[in-house]
């Protein structure tokens, strides 16, 4: 008997899981894997005799910017259990067709100096956009950090009018308002000049998944803004050792965590005026009870798989059903190299790899991308994001080897004609690497090994539905209070004792950590209740 089971080992779970534990909960973690982490998870691959331990490699996330914009790493004392960052400065850079190279830095103005080499103008814009965005974002991330409601975003809106520095200026409330409500792409348009600059910004934002053109979308752009606050870092070791981390805090408060036990069965039962969830059944057939249960896994996976219909009202079962969880998102390719990119761009560049690489010459080849995922196929000719994290953690690689990872977008879970993605995955992946070799030659040739991840792979080894690496689409009618639905938002279900935790609650995915942090307060507050009337 415990006092919470949490159903996956993802980092919001196991975030909800040491918030409990912290506060005396008797819990027990279950990941169906055999590996901990969910999509935040590095694992030895490569082995070979001239590399006996292989390389670290990540089979999910790689970078991480938003939580460090929350207290989770400070209130679980995480470096305490062996967390270790390293700084990513720039955080993304864009080397620009025809030459030259534009660093994001942590420092608004090193930034600044970096795009002025390729339009000072946009580089004055830079400014105004940035201080636009940050008064808009103290507010936008408070509303992050709590259970949504119907009117907290505008709570905060209306809030920023009597803080010191208002979030809009005067006269400007209208316009203000109208931004937010555009798209991204309307966004980047009205602020700045130079195409490189740009396609930089859109490509960086569009790692949320809509289009450029889709209607309130605008703070995906925007919140450019708050990663000169937090930056972007890397746990040395790999993305990874921060659920290593998060798992030895549990088990340090007396938590327990168990592999390889993947759950068949949330147990429910008649009590009081509604069902309840009193434990989990496990693909083995055996049972383990709880007072409290709590679901990392996908939406869809936990109220239609695991609790099922028999114990849902039709209209609920089918609204989540209903659930726009998309057509895929993108693949990635997780290459052993014999040597970093040289770019042609910024030949001997000493930033270049210290960040995210945003590998899209315009913003029409990345429509082209667009248009090919909306047809069913995946793209001719990929948007890809290179990541080359062994220039700042030679850790993750043998000496003299390198790690490059090419992310690429859109591609469709769901292929158009009779293409079957396990048919097609290596020479998709090819034409990823293909994008590589196009910016920097000296990589023909240089490929040790790799592991690809197709949409459908993505799905079968993290549980994403439909390869959805945000689980849910993050449009705005699935955003604050609508995700994943509005009976569901706020982190509890009509199954009494059953909790959400995932990437599909708000505010949604990204290494945040925001949905298992305010799911753990939602959780302690109901135990603070059930004390109050029921003492033990």
């Known amino acids: 008997m415990y006092d919470v ?261 949330i147990l429910v039962r008649p009590g009081g005026n509604a069902v309840k969830a009193t434990g989990v059944r496990l693909a083995g057939g055996e049972e383990l009870t709880a007072t409290r249960i709590v679901s990392n896994a996908h939406v869809q996976t936990t109220m239609r798989r695991l609790v099922g219909p028999e114990h849902l009202s039709p209209s609920l079962f089918k609204r989540v059903g209903d659930i726009n969880i998309g057509n895929g998102f993108g693949m990635v390719i997780r290459c052993a190299v014999e040597e970093l990119p040289e770019y042609e761009a910024c030949p001997g560049d000493p930033f270049i790899h210290n960040g995210l690489q945003l590998l899209v010459p315009s913003r029409e080849y990345m429509n082209a991308s667009i248009g090919d995922y909306m047809a069913g196929r995946p793209p001719e000719h990929p948007s890809v994001l290179a990541m080359t994290f062994t220039k700042i953690d030679p850790s993750l690689a043998p000496e003299g080897r390198h790690l490059l990872y090419a992310w690429a977008q859109w591609h469709p879970y769901k292929l158009s004609g009779e293409t079957r993605w396990d048919d097609i995955r290596e020479q998709e992946a090819q034409k990823i690497y293909d994008v590589v070799t196009r910016y920097a030659p000296n990589m023909k040739g240089k490929r040790i090994d790799w592991h690809i991840q197709t949409p459908l792979d993505i799905e079968r080894k993290h549980g994403m539905l439909n390869g959805n690496v945000m689980h849910v689409e993050m449009t705005f009618d699935q955003m604050f209070m609508f995700r994943p639905t509005p009976e569901l938002s706020r982190y509890k279900t009509p199954v009494e004792n059953l909790y959400l935790s995932s990437a599909s609650c708000h505010p949604g995915g990204g290494v945040f950590a925001a949905a298992g942090y305010n799911a753990s307060g939602v959780i302690l507050k109901d135990i603070r209740k059930q004390r109050t009337w029921f003492p033990r």
């Open 5 to 265: 089971i949490v159903i996956g080992s993802g980092h919001n779970g196991l975030t909800t899981a040491c918030y409990l534990a912290k506060a005396g909960q008797k819990v027990c973690v279950l990941e169906r894997r055999e590996t901990l982490g969910g999509a935040v998870c590095t694992e030895q691959m490569f082995r070979s005799p001239d590399a006996p331990d292989g390389y670290r490699i990540d089979v999910g996330s790689s970078a991480h910017f938003m939580i460090h914009q929350t207290p989770v790493i400070r209130d679980l004392d995480l470096e305490a259990y062996g967390l270790s960052y390293i700084e990513m400065d720039p955080f993304m850079s864009y080397p620009v067709p025809g030459g030259g190279v534009i660093h994001f830095h942590r420092s608004v103005e090193e930034t600044m100096a970096s795009i002025a080499t390729i339009s000072p103008a946009d580089a004055a814009a830079y400014r105004d956009f940035i201080d636009f965005w940050k008064r808009i974002n103290n507010g936008v991330l408070k509303t992050f950090l709590v259970p949504p409601s119907a009117g907290g975003i505008f709570r905060e809106v209306l809030k920023g009018q009597f803080r010191d520095g208002s979030m809009f200026q005067k006269g400007e409330q209208m316009d203000g308002v109208r931004k937010i409500l555009s798209s991204y792409g309307q966004v980047v348009d009205e602020y700045f000049e130079n195409e490189s600059v740009k396609t930089a910004l859109l490509w960086f934002a569009a790692q949320s998944g809509p289009p450029p053109d889709q209607t309130a979308t605008a703070d995906f752009v925007g919140w450019q803004a708050m990663l000169h606050e937090s930056g972007g870092k890397r746990p040395k070791g790999g993305s990874g050792m921060l659920t290593q981390a998060m798992a030895r805090m549990l088990e340090a408060h007396g938590g327990e965590i168990r592999l390889d036990a993947p759950v068949e069965k």
